[in-house]
């Protein structure tokens, strides 16, 4: 199970005293609010955040010990991430998507479909992308109509595609 979630990329430096701009990888901005501290790269080391505003849909940051512009353009392209601990609560029927990448697809008349191997995430809704064995691809929009049950536990989702959906 996945222990860290990518919540962002620092995609550049915003000023001369440290800040940054992060490119937001989250369905929720503002969950960088709440943000105290965050693991950086590929090593997740720790950073502590000093604070946190936003411009258009980008989060400008503040961090901690981060206090000049060369300093800050170290950290260009290198992704946030949080611990799962660190987490907002789900709400019913919310799954993490990296839970859920590789769950098996069946549909509601239990024909094996593929593996759910992405989620491409849209403002309207998420689309799920199945990859069947011979690694054809199929695009289910992520809506109760045409994906009545996802069981996390069981790693197992379950379809209802309209004709030329999976054909």
Same mark, same amino acid.
């Given at each position: 199970m996945i222990t860290h979630f990518k919540i962002g990329q620092i995609v550049n430096t915003q000023g001369l005293k440290g800040e940054v701009r992060v490119y937001p990888l989250t369905d929720d901005i503002n969950r960088f609010d709440e943000l105290k501290y965050f693991y950086l790269g @590929?090593? +997740?080391? @720790? &950073? #502590?955040?000093?604070?946190?505003? &936003? =411009?258009?849909?980008?989060?400008?940051? @503040?961090? @901690?010990?981060?206090?000049?512009?060369?300093?800050? #353009? =170290? +950290? =260009?392209n290198k992704y946030i991430y949080v611990s799962r601990e660190e987490t907002r609560e789900l709400e019913e029927g919310e799954f993490f998507i990296a839970d859920m990448i590789g769950m098996e697809v069946f549909t509601v008349d239990n024909n094996y479909v593929g593996v759910l191997s992405e989620v491409l995430q849209y403002a309207a809704n998420d689309v799920y992308v199945i990859k069947n064995d011979e690694d054809k691809e199929f695009l289910i929009p992520a809506t109760m109509k045409f994906v009545p049950s996802i069981d996390i536990n069981e790693r197992k989702m379950i379809v209802n595609p309209i004709k030329g959906m999976i054909d």
């Open positions: @590929k090593e +997740l080391d @720790k &950073y #502590e955040v000093e604070r946190v505003r &936003y =411009k258009g849909n980008m989060v400008i940051m @503040k961090i @901690k010990g981060i206090d000049i512009i060369e300093s800050a #353009e =170290k +950290l =260009k």
